[in-house]
């Protein structure tokens, strides 16, 4: 099996080659024939890659202890989905997984465009194509998954017991999902530049594979904050980790991108923007990847250093170059005659939504590649860690909450005074309120008031617009309100979904306000018995245990919670011992969680011989609205995913 | 009276827009400086929160929410320096040389670190500046004859579609049109 994944490997580069090869050939011969055959070459690459994967996951499933990989990453005794998230679990095989994704939208893109769009798709499969060439070549030439161990060990060195955890095993294909699939957007737009086919096709075609990325990326982004929360044991989940950050820029562009991409539908403007936006997002995600493999940053999360890193710079410069090349050599062609009706318009409060979103990204960048850049200058090492991130990025991410509510109310073109008036009194009276509330309740601190505040107005903004909406629809047809909501927003799926999903942001933007600026903690050392009362809440140690369990030693502390006098609940937080050549302690975090609050305790220390414990115990007000946020954002994104029939009608014409 | 009345309502949108994108501007600054820690924090805290735990893995985290042993004894050294009355850049100096240069992770605001805070900033009112010049060019560029929008709404999203109105249509026609439009404009939300 191992020999059938390395000959798979070889044969999709080859196949992969010889798909940019027909496809350039038969674009310029005009040879239909030939761009037929690097399409079957791309269906020939995915199925190759998938078949490597495939072999890889038998190899690590099967406990077959002579090939490196599955020594390094893998462990008889591990869980077989642990078994199967090892595949992503080791850089050899996480650059896999990127191929193995690429291949299956590189396939399913060439499929589903068979028919259409003969001029781009050739340049559309090259793009791909090479992209998935340099991965497979980084396999081949650098990080090979299939390299043999040279005798059979007893056992493997198991994954790293800080994956070991259900979000960490879907957290990263999710967002694998998310930066590959950028790579279609991007392959579109250089297909149109090559092309001079500069009209809005290209952005019609890749509108919903932009939102599937996007929505991936977005899973991936949450599920990490989640699997930080329940297991690195800080009581936060977003420590601006240089890793964290690299997923968070790509995803800021895009944001901007899916917001730009409105204006250049509806009035053809913007089209060098819009192009060099989604070259910087897949330029971002390569840099992500990059940055996880090049070793140029310290990261809990990076992957072992490694000599990854120059072929992944050279990459990243051959991309830059090559497309910000063709918008030069474009730049003619895609200036559009842009005419603005009035500044106070829909299309300002995008371009204004784009510049901060662009800054924002820019300001982590800044941040994650700063120490990188003293060290370059001065000779001096530092590190840049969340204290400046947070008072960079606080101020930004208030004015995009500020925007998610005032582009909704400023109309498409120009707004007038009166209109305005109407649109902002409501939303505007709801967030003086609630600042008014926040002062009335001795809350202080500026970058909280701002936040609940203008969640309130953000909220106050999209509850107006569903309600009108509805009562207009329900007076038109004679629908009653609900059904006329639902009408509504299945008749308008895009607009009425982005509202969803803003939605999921004010609740995201509630979370973590919440959470950073109200968050209390305390530390006590007990013995059985013993209590100690905290915010509201009085903890009694119980029994201190040692026990094994499938091969990990587990320290567990029993806490029996009381509330208002009466025992509410127990809690058992962990630490375990993972088996592997340095014993690895992990935390094991206990969390009992309501709307209003988690009540997380960490067991920070121990003393088997008196059966004492000591607990770092925190208050984190609002944390659920976080995760409530995702999935309310994953839900709008949904539905601005599904099929308009006009769209549809739309699309049989082009 | 009807042009004096749109010129005068033109002109007080006109310096809300100009109010509103400078108190937009201005905010970002304003707030990163209003985002300092708060001044009711005791020096322990707020030095705990601004230097970061140098145990190696978690090598951006600050000290106080690093939640490791490393970090709990950072913190005791911390708290008897604050016991000993010592200043910030005292505590931060005696800090860097017993546990490295790591525990400084938040730039300074001088020197080169300057570069680290002044940067995004200066990229936003560049951008800014970029913006006001591409919005004034689309300004010159519109046609205020255009009876509204030519492009294509998608998906029913905007109440101002095609309105139809051909260049071959007659001026009557056109300012017929535009007057529905702007009325619309005015009534409708979109």
Not at chain 1, 301 to 308: E, K, R
Not at chain 1, 561 to 567: A, S, Y
Not at chain 1, 600 to 619: H, I, N, P, Q
Request: charged fraction near 15%; proline fraction near 5%; include cysteine.
């Amino acid at each position: 099996m191992r020999e059938l994944g390395q000959i798979c490997l070889v044969l999709s580069l080859a196949t992969a080659g010889y798909a940019v090869a027909a496809s350039l050939l038969g674009a310029r011969r005009l040879s239909a024939g030939l761009i037929q055959s690097g399409r079957n070459a791309v269906y020939a690459t995915t199925a190759l890659v998938l078949t490597a994967g495939a072999s890889l996951i038998y190899l690590l499933v099967t406990d077959r202890f002579d090939a490196l990989y599955v020594v390094q990453n893998s462990r008889a005794a591990m869980p077989v989905q642990y078994k199967v998230s090892a595949l992503w679990g080791g850089m050899e095989g996480s650059l896999l997984l990127w191929a193995m994704i690429l291949g299956i939208y590189s396939g399913v893109v060439a499929y589903q465009n068979r028919r259409r769009h003969p001029a781009l798709m050739p340049y559309v499969h090259a793009v791909c194509m090479v992209t998935t060439g340099f991965f497979v070549s980084l396999m081949l030439f650098s990080a090979n998954p299939f390299l043999p161990l040279g005798f059979t060990a007893a056992d493997g060195q198991g994954m790293n017991p800080l994956l070991q955890n259900p979000a960490m095993a879907i957290h990263p294909p999710n967002l694998y999902l998310g930066f590959v699939g950028f790579t279609i957007p991007f392959a579109f737009a250089v297909a149109a530049l090559v092309t001079g086919r500069l009209d809005t096709t290209w952005l019609h075609s890749t509108r919903r594979w932009t939102i599937i990325a996007w929505l991936f990326l977005s899973i991936g982004i949450i599920l990490g904050a989640q699997w930080a929360y329940v297991e690195l044991g800080w009581g936060g989940f977003w420590g601006w980790d240089p890793v964290e950050n690299a997923s968070l820029m790509p995803w800021l562009l895009a944001t901007a991108y899916l917001h730009s991409v409105m204006i250049e539908e509806k009035k053809q403007m913007l089209r060098v923007w819009n192009v060099l936006l989604i070259i910087a997002t897949f330029a971002m995600c390569i840099f992500g990847t990059f940055l996880t493999r090049s070793g140029i940053v310290s990261s809990v999360h990076a992957f072992a250093n490694s000599n990854l890193g120059p072929m992944f710079a050279i990459f990243l410069a051959l991309v830059l170059a090559g497309s910000l090349g063709l918008v030069a050599y474009r730049l003619p062609e895609l200036k559009s005659e842009g005419k603005l009706d009035a500044v106070l318009s829909r299309e300002s409060s995008f371009l204004f939504n784009n510049l901060v979103l662009v800054v924002a990204c820019f300001a982590v960048l800044w941040g994650t590649m700063f120490p990188v850049i003293t060290e370059a200058i001065t000779g001096t090492q530092m590190t840049v860690g969340p204290p400046f991130f947070n008072r960079v990025n606080v101020p930004i991410m208030l004015l995009l909450l500020l925007l998610t509510g005032v582009g909704p109310l400023i109309a498409w073109r120009k707004a007038s005074l009166p209109s305005l008036k109407r649109a902002f009194a409501t939303p505007t009276a709801t967030g003086v309120v609630t600042l008014g509330t926040m002062f009335y309740l001795g809350v202080r601190d500026f970058a909280t008031v701002m936040a609940f505040a203008l969640a309130a107005f953000v909220t106050a903004t999209i509850l107006q617009e569903f309600w009108r909406g509805a009562r207009a629809r329900g007076s038109a047809t004679g629908e009653a309100f609900h059904r006329a909501l639902v009408s509504l927003t299945w008749r308008n799926k895009r607009r009425y979904g982005g509202y969803i999903i803003h939605i999921g942001i004010v609740c995201m933007a509630i979370g973590i306000t919440g959470s950073s600026s109200f968050q209390r903690e305390t530390q006590a050392t007990l013995l059985p018995g013993q209590t100690v009362d905290f915010a509201g809440y009085r903890l009694q140690m119980g029994d201190l245990e040692l026990y094994d369990s499938s091969g990990v030693q587990v320290v567990s502390a029993e806490l029996l919670v009381f509330q208002d006098g009466e025992p509410k609940f127990r809690m058992w937080p962990q630490r375990h011992f993972h088996p592997g050549p340095e014993v690895q302690p992990t935390t094991e975090v206990a969390i009992w969680s309501n709307m209003r609050h988690d009540l997380y305790v960490v067991l920070a220390a121990w003393d088997l011989d008196r059966g004492s414990a000591t607990f770092k115990a925190y208050l984190n007000p609002l944390v659920k609205w976080i995760w409530i946020g995702g999935l309310v954002l994953v839900f709008g994104t949904v539905i601005c995913m599904l099929p308009d029939r006009s769209a549809e009608v739309g699309a049989r014409n082009y | 009276m009807n042009t004096r009345m749109r010129s005068d309502q033109s002109g007080r949108v006109a310096l809300f827009a100009a109010l509103a994108v400078l108190a937009f501007f201005a905010a970002i600054p304003a707030s990163m400086w209003l985002a300092r820690p708060p001044s009711d924090v005791t020096q322990a805290e707020r030095l705990g929160a601004e230097l970061g735990c140098t145990c190696g893995t978690c090598p951006h985290r600050p000290m106080a929410t690093c939640g490791c042993g490393f970090a709990d004894g950072m913190l005791a050294r911390l708290d008897a320096e604050v016991a000993a009355g010592r200043t910030d850049a005292e505590i931060t100096a005696i800090l860097v040389a017993e546990y490295g240069n790591g525990v400084k992770i938040t730039p300074e605001g001088s020197g080169f670190d300057l570069l680290a805070w002044a940067a995004p900033i200066v990229l936003l009112m560049v951008g800014a500046v970029a913006m006001a010049g591409v919005i004034s060019h689309w300004r010159a560029g519109s046609d205020p004859a255009a009876p509204a929008v030519t492009g294509k709404a998608t998906g029913g999203e905007s109440a101002v579609s095609d309105t139809g109105a051909s260049p071959s249509r007659d001026a009557t026609d056109s300012d017929r049109y535009r007057s529905i439009v702007e009325r619309e404009l005015d009534t409708f939300d979109d």
